[in-house]
């Protein structure tokens, strides 16, 4: 029989969807799923952009050019002036989401056994595109004692080997939702000049910060022009995820037209996405204030609650719309399968996402997971109702599990 690739075989199964067979099998027995497992909002799209698409009446779908629409990277260039942040559409390329970015950045930049960077828990699917790419991600943990603050910038510095080529961040951070202050990007842009490394930062949550300070854009720090590679993405900004309308920005030219012959293999990017994007970044308006206030309330509603339950810690995080919590558990993936395939409450149960898939260190993360305060503060309490009830019972239940397991 043949064979997959070794490198299909050796992929990394995302921790978000991993379970979601279980989740369909516990809505077929008639059970409603409350799903914090995944950063899909509830929050309408931006109506200018659901006009757009509804009133295109072009007779035939094409090809875009490999690089994007041009009118998309200049209404995208005119939001990141809006933001205070100077690049022109040449600096712009438009992708298929922000995953497709990540991933052809990184294979434009890395070759087979480089490596880089990056703080963990991160965001799952940089091991994955990592792993496309035939490089190594690199962790450097953070804890959740400190609300996984930076490390020291030393403890990068002794990371920086033969074939690291980057470092990687995500900011504000999925999945703890830490925002990196600008002392400590300023920390990293000295290390990144220093060894002549890239930087590539995931801004996705760029408009999702809880506090007075806004968010720093890498593309704004002194003297990186040629080191910064940020990939972005309209699925959260204006609730896009379906759309799958993303883009890369830097000032590095080879960077760019590197990345543009991934853009020419894939052909272009998709026709709709744009056609939506471009009215949604030129409409903007009052958007995000308004999404902004709700995620604010529903972070500080799900961390209320998870505050108030025995045994679990919760630090509150600064920005994007996820919280990792420590469950009183040993084995908080096992948790989670059971929570959709053997309990449920009034008719609900929970999905979350385990966390030890957003760590590269074996045995992090075991007893956490990644919840996303994505759905209405309904669903929300609906949910921690579970949660709750389930930990009193699996309490009971796990040491029995254990005995299983060793047997």
């Known amino acids: 029989m043949p064979k997959v690739s070794r490198k299909g075989s050796s992929m990394p199964d995302s921790p978000i969807r991993k379970l979601d067979q279980y989740a369909s099998e516990a809505k077929a027995k008639g059970v409603k799923v409350i799903h914090l497992n995944i950063g899909q909002p509830d929050i309408e799209s931006h109506p200018a952009a659901l006009k757009a698409i509804a009133n ?13 629409i041009m009118d998309m990277r200049v209404q995208m260039a005119n939001y990141y002036r809006r933001m205070n942040i100077k690049v022109d559409p040449q600096h712009i390329l438009v992708m298929a989401g922000g995953s497709e970015a990540l991933c052809f950045t990184m294979m434009s930049i890395l070759d087979e056994g480089d490596e ?19 490089a190594t991600l ?10 996984f603050a930076l490390p020291h910038v030393s403890h990068f510095e002794e990371k ?39 930087l590539i930062v995931d ?7 809880y506090g007075e300070e806004n968010v720093v854009s890498a593309l704004n720090l002194d003297g990186l022009d040629q080191h910064v590679i940020v990939c972005d993405s309209a699925s959260k900004r204006f609730s896009l995820c379906g759309v799958r309308l993303g883009n890369v920005v830097s000032r590095n030219k ?13 052909l272009s990017a998709p026709l709709m996405a744009q056609v939506a994007g471009i009215a949604a970044y030129e409409a903007e308006g009052s958007y995000f204030e308004a999404i902004r206030d709700t995620y604010q309330k529903r972070r500080d509603y799900l961390h209320a609650r998870l505050s108030k339950i025995p045994g679990v810690v919760a630090p509150l995080p600064k920005g994007a719309f996820y919280i990792i919590a420590r469950l009183p558990v040993q084995d908080a ?30 045995g992090k993360g075991k007893q956490e997971v990644r919840l996303a ?9 609906i949910g921690m109702n579970c949660l709750e009830k389930a930990l009193e019972t699996y309490k009971l239940l796990e040491p029995v599990k254990d005995t299983a397991y060793l047997t």
């Open 373 to 381: 305060y994505v759905l209405e503060e309904s669903s929300i309490d």
């Open 160 to 198: 920086i080997g033969a074939r690291t080529k980057a470092i990687l961040l995500c900011n504000p951070s999925n999945p703890t939702g830490y925002v990196y202050s600008k002392s400590e990007l300023q920390d990293i842009a000295q290390l990144v000049s220093k060894h002549d490394l890239f």
């Open 116 to 134: 880089l960077i990056a703080p963990e828990p991160l965001y799952a699917n940089f091991l994955a595109f990592a792993h496309m790419a035939g």
């Open 333 to 362: 993936d096992d948790f989670c399968k059971w929570l959709l395939t053997d309990f449920s409450l009034d008719g609900y149960t929970l999905m979350m996402a385990p966390a030890s898939g957003f760590y590269i260190t074996p």
């Open 203 to 209: 801004e996705v949550y760029r408009e999702f910060f």
């Open 254 to 266: 080879s960077v760019l037209a590197t990345i543009t012959k991934f853009s020419q293999a894939r």
């Open 56 to 68: 295109y009446s072009s007779p035939i779908l094409a090809y875009t050019a490999s690089p994007g």
């Open 138 to 147: 690199i962790p450097v943990n953070s804890e959740i004692e400190s609300g």
